[in-house]
């Protein structure tokens, strides 16, 4: 593989770990290179794979994405084809522009030249694409554990290298090597964050209030809120993150029906709620519905890097 046919992917390679030489069960020599929490191993490029130094290879999707999945069970759920296209047509709609654009103030914000990001759960890669168009020299890594999702964001923007992968599990990157990781309306995992961190990395995370979409929810039958969320995110976090910075993003959209039947298929509802059935129909033809979403930045507690 020339770095030219990848060069998203060739760009971070030297930043990615071995999931193999990682796992649980790995070798004494494997152990011997490798940190308690993530492989200490640099994947070089090859022929449409990516090689560590012990030969472990992994392929190269012809969509461009590198699978670094291990085959170990996950209790992550990817997000289906017809979710991931529901959710791009909202976005395209720009409806959520204003969260998107609170996203990236906080993740490039003092961030220097050659900076490296990654999203978890990036989905469609809209807010990776949105960071780096505000970070002309930055890199970033776009994880999903859903194969959909990771075609989408191998082709989400150039400087975007989309890997397959389960953040649950543990995340493919070296230690202490990225500058920030966002998470939006994702899952979290707080210790391979903190382990992949730099010490001055911010951990970038958006969450839902209980008023976001509220107008919705009881019509809809949507998911609810817990409106103790923001408290429960920063007990998750504490011990190893410290909060720097939440801002609330709230305010109103006027969504068209086919808006609505987005916003419910492009989310959890979506394994519930349906977008075909008589509820959706009784929505009017313009719907005010709110946008309210938390977006906190917290930093590595110092102890958390020792």
């Keep these: 593989m020339a770095s030219a046919d990848f060069p998203a992917l060739a760009a971070v390679a ?3 770990a071995c999931p193999q030489c990682a796992r649980p069960g790995r070798s004494a020599a494997e152990a011997d290179s490798a940190t308690t929490t993530g492989a200490a191993l640099a994947l070089e490029p090859g022929e449409r794979a990516l090689r ?17 999945l291990t ?15 529901a959710r791009a047509a909202f976005q395209r709609r720009q409806h959520f522009t204003p969260i998107a654009a609170a996203v990236t103030r906080a993740v490039t914000a003092d961030t220097g030249p050659g900076a490296t990001l990654l999203e978890i759960g990036a989905g469609t890669g809209y807010y990776t694409a949105d960071a780096l168009d505000a970070a002309p020299t930055a890199t970033a890594i776009a994880v999903d554990v859903a194969k959909p999702a990771a075609r989408r964001c191998a082709r989400a923007h150039e400087r975007a290298a989309a890997v397959l992968a389960d953040a649950w599990l543990g995340l493919p990157v070296r230690d202490g090597t990225l500058t920030a990781v966002l998470s939006v309306f994702a899952p979290r995992n707080p210790d391979e964050v903190a382990r992949a961190l730099a010490p001055e990395g911010r951990f970038v995370v958006a969450t839902p209030t209980d008023r976001h979409l509220g107008e919705l929810i009881g019509p809809l039958g949507m998911v609810t809120v817990d409106p103790d969320k923001d408290r429960r995110l920063d007990a998750a976090l504490s011990g190893r993150f410290d909060v720097a910075d939440r801002v609330l993003i709230e305010y109103p959209m006027e969504l068209d029906r086919a808006d609505v039947a987005n916003v419910v298929g492009m989310g959890p509802s979506a394994f519930h709620a349906g977008t075909d059935d008589s509820r959706l129909a009784a929505v009017a033809d313009t719907t005010k519905v709110t946008a309210s979403v938390l977006v906190s930045t917290y930093r590595v507690t110092p102890r958390a890097h020792s």
């Excluded at 472990?56 to 670094?68: C, E, M, P, T, W």
Aim: proline share 3%; net charge negative.
């Design 14 to 16: 030297d930043l990615l």
């Design 71 to 85: 085959g170990a069970s996950t209790k992550m759920t990817g997000d289906t084809p017809a979710m991931l296209d």
């Design 52 to 68: 560590c130094v012990r030969g472990h290879s992994f392929d190269i999707a012809k969509q461009g994405y590198v699978g670094l």
